[in-house]
């Protein structure tokens, strides 16, 4: 059973850079594919960024936010520049053994609980 923990989540001005971390423990990361998803009220969860080998975006982040991850701390990190409003949501971190469409939520079986993002 894999257990993640999100942090780093604030509330920042429109145009600030901020990075986003997710811990795991009960696997390594390197086995897993490790998505970041966002929900903001009223919204449906968005799937913007994932790395399993190979990195995926959404168009809404592409060129703006980059996932990464540390083998050594078994952490997989969001680093999001140039925030606009529209970034603001609930951010999630989520994790599958596989996941053959990366950014799609259903493909997901391990999740944390949220880190809180509000960009104003």
């Known amino acids: 059973h894999v257990q993640l923990v999100e942090s780093g989540g604030a509330s920042v001005q429109v145009g600030a850079n901020m990075s986003l971390s997710c811990a795991a423990s009960g696997d390594s990361f390197s086995r897993l594919c490790v998505a970041w998803f966002r929900q903001a009220p009223n919204k449906e969860r968005e799937g913007i960024a994932a790395i399993c080998g190979p990195t995926y975006y959404s168009h809404s982040v592409s060129g703006r936010f980059t996932i990464s991850r540390d083998t050594a701390k078994n952490t997989i990190s969001l680093q999001m520049n140039n925030l606009r409003p529209e970034d603001s949501a609930m951010y999630y971190c989520?994790?599958?053994?596989?996941?053959?469409?990366?950014?799609?939520?259903?493909?997901?079986?391990?999740w944390g609980q949220g880190t809180q993002v509000t960009v104003s």
């Open positions: 989520a994790a599958a053994p596989v996941a053959r469409r990366p950014l799609e939520r259903d493909e997901y079986k391990y």
